[in-house]
C-alpha cells in the first residue's frame, strides 16, 4: 500500500470517528415524578341502573337450546385400496357400525367438521382390525382420526390394504 493511500485512509477514519460522537450526542429532558399519593384511580364509577338490574332475582339468561335431529344418522364415506389387485372399492359407514374390507375389519366411531382457515373438511375417528391374525387378542392396526382435507397422509400402514377419508353426511 502506497503511503498516500494510507494517510487518506487514516484522516477519513479520523473524521468519521469524531463526526460519529457529535452526531450521537442527545439530550436527555427530565421529566417531573409524580407524586403517586394524589393520583386518583382511572377505573369507571358503576352505573346505578345496572347494578339494579344484576340484582334482580328475576334475572334469567337465556339458555343456548341444540336442535337435535335424531333421523339424520352420521355416514362417513371411505375409499379403499386393494394394493394387490388394484381395486377401489367406496363404502359408507353408520356411526357405531363394522364392515369389512378384505381381511380388515374397519368401525367408525366419530365423524365431525375441522374448523380450519386453511383446510376446511371432515374428520373421522376409526378403528380398523387385521383379520388375517387369528389370535383371540387381536389388535388394531390403527385406531384415530383420519382427515378428508389431507389425503395423501394415509394412516393405515398396511402392505396389502389402504383407505382414506371422503367425506361425512349429515354432520
Keep these: 500500500m502506497k503511503l498516500g493511500k494510507f494517510k487518506t485512509s487514516i484522516l477519513v477514519f479520523i473524521y468519521l470517528f469524531f463526526t460519529s460522537f457529535s452526531f450521537g450526542e442527545e439530550k436527555i429532558v427530565t421529566v417531573p415524578l409524580i407524586n403517586l399519593e394524589n393520583l386518583e ?50 363404502f359408507d359407514l353408520r356411526i357405531g357400525e363394522t364392515k369389512k374390507f378384505g381381511l380388515l375389519e374397519i368401525k367408525a366411531l366419530q365423524c365431525g367438521n375441522v374448523d380450519s382457515q386453511t383446510e376446511p373438511g ?17 389388535v388394531f392396526v390403527f385406531n ?28
Design 122 to 138: 371432515q374428520a373421522a375417528y376409526i378403528q380398523v382390525k387385521d383379520l388375517s391374525d387369528n389370535q383371540s387378542n387381536q
Design 144 to 171: 384415530g382420526w383420519t382427515f378428508s382435507s389431507s389425503k395423501t397422509i394415509r394412516p393405515l400402514d398396511h402392505p396389502v390394504y389402504d383407505f382414506w377419508l371422503v367425506n361425512c353426511e349429515n354432520v
Design 41 to 90: 384511580p382511572s377505573f369507571e364509577e358503576e352505573n346505578s341502573e345496572d347494578s339494579a338490574v344484576l340484582k334482580n332475582e328475576n334475572f334469567v339468561l337465556k339458555e343456548k337450546v341444540e336442535k337435535v335431529d335424531k333421523n339424520k344418522e352420521i355416514k362417513i364415506n371411505i375409499v379403499a385400496l386393494d394394493k394387490i389387485t388394484a381395486k377401489t372399492s367406496n
